[in-house]
């Protein structure tokens, strides 16, 4: 098929250029889905091509946006919940259980306050009973000194309730936990809205299933608009029944490595990414099938177990996008921001541990702040994020697709 647009720099000129189009082109086709309230895409940019290479419906790196983004993220969240349940005043958020981790504190507070913002009551509560042992609260302190205060709460039936009957009862949920291990809770009873679906979870959802509905959408994309595909998607292959401490399933996995490899540019490489990974867990980079092969067992166990003791037995094969992009001369991604499939904002993941086709969400990682707040038709024509903003909608749109098949049928 012969298309219009070719190239990268064409690709970059028609989006900066058809700004109103192509996102009214993405609403449209939203318009007919559920859609994750919250998500997060990391973007690659080659020399050749832009791509998403992972979607989070669980984020956890509000705190990591400008403050000018998080304002404006307040009226589509207050336009979003409305439209689920108008008239809600008290928000609840289910949070992740680790809370050692001081920057994730910082992230929960980033998101209390941009709810906050859009004019809602917001409280923690957790059904996590090892968070609490004999307590009914849990009160933390983040890495920049923020207090977040988490109240221990009961499923009972059809809704949580707490300890104290002065603890209003949330209207509806935001769920912030990625369930790598589910919550033992019938989410089907409960009466509130629980946002994004717990049907989702990575218990359920993978990573391999969300890249085929990808491939879906940026060839509808492509189609619409004339563009050769190419230029927005990762090549990527699957396999499963993999047994990274037995060995079962190696050589499957090294020859559907050889063959992706065959099909793309000499001295290329490929991510391995456990399906249900989650927080950078369960990735590794090869440039042949013998690596895979030959692995050693440091790198066999991190494959093999990921968060919460979840066992990897599924990989996505994903071809390995060079990044370009650089923050103080180290290799860097691009990550966006998503409220109800709507991009707001976003930041630089960059590790000068790491070179440019490693995993970079991994230890080392620093982040730079930027703000996509202003991105407006015919505005900046040079700027990326406009390109990293549709490449992340079309992620989430994927995502929608994602939502519909799991929860169809429950």
Request: aromatic share 10%; proline share 4%.
């Amino acid at each position: 098929m012969r298309y219009k647009i070719n190239t990268k720099e064409e690709l970059e000129s028609f989006i900066c250029q058809s700004w109103d189009l192509v996102n009214s082109w993405i609403d449209e086709n939203q318009s007919k889905l559920p859609q994750p309230f919250t998500s997060s895409v990391d973007v690659r940019e080659s020399k050749f091509k832009f791509a998403p290479v992972d979607q989070n419906m669980y984020p956890a790196g509000f705190n990591n946006l400008c403050n000018k983004d998080l304002l404006n993220a307040s009226e589509i969240i207050k336009t979003s919940i409305n439209k689920i349940s108008p008239g809600v005043k008290t928000i609840g958020i289910l949070p992740e259980s680790h809370t050692k981790n001081k920057f994730y504190l910082d992230h929960l507070f980033s998101l209390k306050k941009t709810v906050e913002f859009a004019g809602f009551s917001v409280i923690f509560l957790s059904p996590d009973d090892s968070l609490f042992e004999d307590k009914i609260q849990l009160i933390l302190e983040s890495f920049s000194g923020h207090e977040i205060k988490i109240h221990k709460a009961y499923f009972e039936y059809d809704h949580f309730k707490f300890s104290s009957s002065e603890i209003p009862s949330p209207e509806v949920i935001i769920l912030n936990n990625d369930q790598s291990s589910p919550f033992d809770i019938e989410w089907k009873n409960i009466k509130i809205p629980v946002i994004p679906s717990p049907f989702v979870g990575w218990y359920r959802r993978q990573k391999i299933l969300h890249f085929k509905h990808y491939e879906l959408v940026a060839n509808e994309f492509c189609h619409h608009f004339e563009i050769n595909p190419d230029l927005i998607q990762a090549k990527f292959s699957y396999t499963d029944n993999i047994d990274f401490g037995s060995k079962e399933g190696i050589e499957t996995l090294a020859t559907k490595v050889d063959d992706l490899l065959s099909t793309l540019p000499k001295d290329s490489s490929v991510f391995v990414k456990a399906s249900q990974g989650t927080y950078g867990m369960g990735i590794s980079v090869f440039r042949s099938g013998e690596e895979v092969i030959s692995m050693n067992r440091k790198t066999r166990n991190k494959m093999d177990i990921g968060k919460n003791n979840l066992k990897f037995t599924s990989v996505l094969i994903q071809e390995g996008v060079e990044t370009i992009v650089e923050y103080d001369k180290a290799p860097a991604e691009i990550t966006i921001y998503l409220i109800d499939g709507k991009s707001i904002g976003g930041f630089m993941r960059a590790n000068p541990l790491k070179s440019t086709q490693a995993n970079l969400n991994s230890q080392g990682m620093i982040y730079r702040k930027f703000c996509i707040s202003e991105i407006k038709q015919n505005n900046d024509h040079q700027i990326k994020e406009q390109v990293y903003t549709i490449i992340a909608r079309l992620s989430t749109l994927a995502a929608s697709r994602e939502m519909k098949e799991l929860t169809e049928n429950l």
